[in-house]
């Protein structure tokens, strides 16, 4: 079989085009149906940037991994697909529902747009989903259409995923922000949730779940914090006091602080999720002080949107360094321990297999999200313990997502 990587530079990706697609006559002209390669291997943006090109071909078969891209009907990469020749389409997804029905028609429509062509008779019959007889009528029409494969049904000797959800208390500093975010949006909160009052009740809320996550998130505080820290120890000042002040302003980081040398010690390999890339920031800086003091090596990965700056000091990752860091980090004799990650970026398809420990620093407001970071924790051979942890504090949130996670899983 004859495959070839569709991607690189426009100049890259013509030369392709040019050498490597089709076939020519003895003349140099291309010859209509006849094409060199028996597979092609591209990325989303590559279907954005050339589908012109690529809507010429006429395509046996289709499969597209990270099928929920495709969730919302009026995005660009949907429209490329649909103008291209698809004989045969198969999606491959983790999460074929994150949110709402919607994003489940567009995939549906995507695959048979004869049998789904009107959004809103399906909406009609499963906008909401709140009986069991809606639920057992979706499953029958999706049994013929989606294979499900369970990590048990692939391999019999991993090892079970034990899930906690740790609840940490605020420390005074924390407390003393909170009071003053929600003392400072009084007015907005004695308004109620009405339709021109909720972007104000949204700003509030995100305010409260940076402070509940760590108050340095908040502008001008971790100036302040630093101040006090320092005049309380006014005769003698530590050489880790800015790690010491870091760690003692917010109850996740203390429990952070505690938890990985012991998981260090276990001979652990742990993930730790965020889904503010400015707390995976604050988390960087802790285990860089924490080296600069001694501690064993960690391999830093912060991954957003799929762009990043790079930037040499805070190692953040561009999009083409994304696996072989995870290849570092996943090496069988690699000291690496600690692998940071946006929630956003459980869905790239990174490797990360190797972790048997996942700690969720802040819940994701979907709660699929999370779902889908426990995927990574899927090649922990049976006989060693596998750990996914959500640390909860302040804004109670995880408890409105577990019953969310019930609604979805009722479907397939």
């Given at each position: 079989?004859?495959?070839?990587?569709?991607?690189?530079?426009?100049?890259?990706?013509?030369?392709?085009?040019?050498?490597?697609?089709?076939?020519?006559?003895?003349?140099?002209?291309?010859?209509?149906?006849?094409?060199?390669?028996?597979?092609?291997?591209?990325?989303?943006?590559?279907?954005?940037?050339d589908?012109?090109?690529?809507?010429?071909?006429?395509?046996?078969?289709?499969?597209?991994?990270?099928?929920?891209?495709?969730?919302?009907?009026?995005?660009?990469?949907?429209?490329?697909?649909?103008?291209?020749?698809?004989?045969?389409k198969?999606?491959?997804?983790g999460?074929?529902?994150?949110?709402?029905?919607?994003?489940?028609?567009?995939?549906?429509?995507?695959?048979?747009?004869?049998?789904?062509?009107?959004?809103?008779?399906?909406l009609?019959?499963f906008?909401?989903?709140?009986?069991?007889?809606?639920?057992?009528?979706?499953?029958?029409?999706l049994?013929?259409?989606?294979?499900?494969?369970?990590?048990?049904?692939?391999e019999k000797?991993?090892?079970?995923?034990?899930?906690?959800?740790?609840?940490?208390?605020?420390?005074?500093?924390q407390?003393?922000?909170y009071?003053?975010?929600?003392?400072?949006?009084?007015?907005?909160?004695?308004k109620?949730?009405?339709?021109?009052?909720?972007?104000?009740?949204?700003?509030?809320?995100?305010?409260?779940?940076?402070?509940?996550?760590?108050?340095?998130?908040?502008?001008?505080?971790?100036?302040?914090?630093?101040?006090?820290?320092?005049?309380?120890?006014?005769?003698?000042?530590?050489p880790?006091?800015?790690?010491?002040?870091?760690?003692r302003?917010?109850?996740?980081?203390?429990?952070?602080?505690?938890?990985l040398?012991?998981?260090?010690?276990?001979?652990?390999?742990v993930?730790?999720?965020?889904?503010?890339?400015?707390?995976?920031?604050?988390?960087?800086?802790?285990?860089?002080q924490?080296?600069?003091?001694?501690?064993?090596p960690?391999?830093?990965?912060?991954?957003?949107?799929?762009?990043?700056?790079?930037?040499?000091?805070?190692?953040?990752?561009?999009?083409?360094?994304?696996?072989?860091?995870?290849?570092?980090?996943?090496?069988?004799?690699?000291?690496?321990?600690?692998?940071?990650?946006?929630?956003?970026?459980?869905?790239l398809?990174?490797?990360?297999?190797?972790?048997?420990?996942?700690?969720?620093?802040?819940?994701?407001?979907?709660?699929?999200?999370?779902?889908?970071?426990?995927?990574?924790?899927?090649?922990?051979?049976?006989?060693?313990?596998c750990?996914?942890?959500e640390v909860?504090?302040?804004?109670?949130?995880?408890?409105l997502?577990?019953?969310?996670r019930?609604?979805?899983?009722?479907?397939?």
């Amino acid at each position: 079989m004859n495959c070839i990587v569709y991607h690189g530079s426009l100049a890259s990706r013509q030369m392709i085009q040019q050498y490597e697609m089709y076939c020519k006559d003895a003349r140099g002209r291309l010859i209509p149906g006849a094409y060199k390669f028996d597979a092609l291997i591209t990325t989303f943006e590559m279907i954005l940037s050339d589908c012109p090109e690529l809507r010429e071909i006429e395509w046996r078969c289709v499969i597209i991994d990270e099928a929920h891209r495709l969730k919302n009907r009026n995005c660009k990469l949907l429209d490329s697909l649909k103008h291209m020749d698809l004989e045969h389409k198969v999606l491959l997804t983790g999460t074929p529902l994150q949110n709402t029905v919607e994003e489940l028609f567009s995939l549906l429509h995507f695959l048979e747009p004869s049998q789904f062509p009107s959004e809103a008779e399906f909406l009609k019959d499963f906008g909401d989903l709140k009986t069991e007889e809606q639920v057992q009528k979706l499953q029958a029409i999706l049994k013929p259409m989606m294979l499900r494969r369970l990590k048990e049904d692939v391999e019999k000797n991993l090892a079970p995923k034990q899930e906690t959800i740790i609840e940490v208390e605020l420390t005074n500093i924390q407390k003393k922000y909170y009071r003053a975010i929600l003392e400072k949006n009084f007015s907005f909160l004695s308004k109620g949730a009405g339709h021109t009052n909720m972007p104000n009740l949204l700003n509030t809320m995100m305010e409260l779940r940076k402070c509940c996550n760590h108050p340095y998130l908040i502008n001008g505080a971790e100036e302040k914090i630093l101040s006090e820290f320092r005049d309380s120890c006014p005769h003698h000042v530590p050489p880790d006091f800015h790690l010491q002040a870091m760690v003692r302003s917010a109850g996740k980081l203390v429990l952070i602080d505690k938890l990985l040398p012991k998981l260090k010690a276990g001979g652990h390999k742990v993930l730790i999720f965020s889904q503010m890339v400015r707390c995976l920031d604050i988390l960087e800086d802790y285990l860089i002080q924490k080296r600069n003091c001694g501690e064993p090596p960690i391999e830093f990965h912060i991954e957003f949107n799929m762009m990043m700056e790079e930037v040499p000091v805070r190692a953040h990752r561009r999009a083409r360094a994304r696996q072989p860091a995870a290849g570092r980090f996943s090496k069988a004799d690699s000291d690496r321990f600690v692998f940071l990650l946006c929630t956003r970026a459980g869905g790239l398809g990174i490797n990360l297999t190797a972790a048997d420990t996942c700690i969720i620093f802040d819940s994701d407001w979907n709660p699929q999200n999370d779902l889908q970071v426990g995927g990574h924790l899927g090649g922990v051979p049976l006989g060693r313990s596998c750990a996914f942890w959500e640390v909860s504090g302040g804004l109670c949130l995880p408890n409105l997502s577990s019953a969310d996670r019930d609604d979805v899983r009722r479907c397939f």
